[in-house]
RNA sequence: GGAGGGGUGGGUGAGCGGCUAAUACCAACAGACUGUAAAUCUGUCGCCUGAAAUGGCUUCGCAGGUUCGAAUCCUGCCCCCUCCA
């Protein structure tokens, strides 16, 4: 999860092992989001090569088979050159998309019928967007909560295009990986999270905020919605105050890091847990070892 | 000293005789997830039993009282807030 420093760890592991980062987080994508998403910093950069960050401006569309074909294409260009790569984040979603190959309905976001469907399900109710569904792809129906719109509108959208939704969703490896979770209890997960985030208002979140804003992004932006930046822009439009718009990010993201043992859980066998204690680092570099060469 | 307002489940805060173990929101806890994912959506949330329907027990400052029945009405006490002196 979030605030266990999982960058830094893949930034150690680099400098020994030869390897360069493939950043795995939804939000370090965009350009100009820094201190909010807590990108690896100039320096940090300099020394140790990192893929997937700053791609695409905060009004570009992103996405998960974007994703997936960048970290697939960085995967082969790092090791083309004879080095290791690190994936390193905490988006579930992208995380496994990769590592577990999921082939990815090659259908497109279509925004006009996107639009048209919430249309009808802000007029007609998300039952009738589901009702629909339900007719076309029953199996997909089954998986998909009715009053998720957002995910019946997907199914939709790609079974509208032939091939069904729910026989699109294949896993198909792509790639051999070891995966390592950094965790540790609850509370001190929480404490290091506020921690962080104080040290985020400290760096300037507000005026980095500001200057996303002079720029031109809205706050109806996906990009805009992330932790940090949409709580500031309540402050910024004067709905909330300073102190209140900072204990919401600390809450929304502590929420976040319990979201991310949804997808990292503690029991998944697939996963190497390290708990956080003083020599986490070395530890995991003795393991590590085990599976790359200098 | 006088006048008024208020004390509700971890927090904010509705309820103001039965439909109430008690709206809602927050926190917390658990879960879904294949082109917005830090998004979107769901469940739990007094205690004990149960897979569940349910059943039992204890709750709305404290102590009494009225009533078939009280968080809701009455009395006393304690505490908090505002205004006047």
Same mark, same amino acid.
């Given at each position: 999860?979030?605030?266990?420093?999982?960058?830094?760890? &893949?930034?150690?592991?680099?400098?020994?092992?030869?390897?360069?980062?493939?950043?795995?987080?939804?939000?370090?994508?965009?350009?100009?989001?820094?201190?909010?998403? *807590?990108?690896?910093?100039?320096?940090?950069? *300099? &020394?140790?090569?990192?893929?997937?960050?700053?791609?695409?401006?905060?009004?570009?569309?992103?996405?998960?088979?974007?994703?997936?074909?960048?970290?697939?294409? &960085?995967?082969?260009?790092?090791?083309?050159?004879?080095?290791?790569?690190?994936?390193?984040?905490?988006?579930?979603?992208?995380?496994?998309?990769?590592?577990?190959?999921?082939?990815?309905?090659?259908?497109?976001?279509?925004? *006009?019928?996107?639009?048209?469907?919430?249309?009808?399900?802000?007029?007609?109710?998300?039952? *009738?967007?589901?009702?629909?569904?339900?007719?076309?792809?029953?199996?997909?129906?089954?998986?998909?909560? =009715?009053?998720?719109? @957002? @995910?019946?509108?997907?199914?939709?959208?790609?079974?509208?295009?032939?091939?069904?939704?729910?026989?699109?969703?294949?896993?198909?490896?792509?790639?051999?990986?070891?995966?390592?979770?950094?965790?540790?209890?609850? &509370?001190?997960?929480?404490?290091?999270?506020?921690?962080?985030?104080?040290?985020?208002?400290?760096?300037?979140?507000?005026?980095?905020?500001?200057?996303?804003?002079?720029?031109?992004?809205?706050?109806?932006? =996906?990009?805009?919605?992330?932790?940090?930046?949409?709580?500031?822009?309540?402050?910024?439009?004067?709905?909330?105050?300073?102190?209140?718009?900072?204990?919401?990010?600390?809450?929304?993201?502590?929420?976040?890091?319990?979201?991310?043992?949804?997808?990292?859980?503690?029991?998944?066998?697939?996963?190497?847990?390290?708990?956080?204690?003083?020599?986490?680092?070395?530890?995991?570099?003795?393991?590590?070892?085990?599976?790359?060469?200098?």
């Amino acid at each position: 999860p979030t605030a266990t420093g999982k960058s830094s760890l &893949a930034l150690e592991l680099c400098q020994v092992y030869n390897g360069e980062i493939i950043n795995a987080d939804s939000r370090q994508v965009y350009r100009y989001m820094d201190i909010g998403t *807590a990108k690896p910093t100039r320096e940090e950069q *300099a &020394a140790i090569p990192h893929h997937i960050i700053d791609v695409v401006d905060p009004d570009e569309d992103f996405s998960l088979a974007l994703y997936q074909s960048k970290a697939l294409k &960085a995967v082969e260009d790092i090791e083309r050159r004879g080095k290791t790569p690190f994936l390193a984040g905490g988006s579930g979603l992208y995380v496994w998309a990769l590592l577990e190959g999921w082939r990815i309905p090659p259908v497109p976001p279509n925004t *006009a019928l996107r639009q048209e469907l919430e249309d009808k399900a802000k007029t007609e109710g998300g039952k *009738a967007l589901y009702d629909k569904l339900k007719e076309i792809d029953p199996v997909a129906a089954e998986r998909i909560d =009715p009053r998720n719109v @957002r @995910r019946v509108i997907r199914a939709l959208e790609v079974s509208q295009q032939g091939k069904l939704f729910s026989e699109l969703q294949v896993k198909k490896p792509f790639i051999d990986s070891v995966i390592i979770g950094l965790t540790t209890d609850r &509370a001190t997960l929480y404490q290091r999270i506020d921690a962080r985030v104080g040290g985020m208002i400290e760096k300037g979140l507000v005026a980095e905020v500001e200057s996303l804003v002079a720029r031109g992004y809205g706050f109806d932006l =996906p990009a805009m919605s992330g932790l940090g930046y949409r709580q500031i822009g309540k402050f910024l439009q004067g709905e909330i105050d300073l102190p209140t718009a900072i204990q919401h990010i600390k809450f929304d993201t502590h929420s976040f890091a319990r979201h991310q043992y949804n997808w990292f859980r503690l029991k998944d066998n697939r996963i190497n847990w390290f708990e956080l204690v003083e020599d986490t680092s070395q530890a995991v570099h003795r393991f590590v070892q085990r599976f790359v060469v200098k």
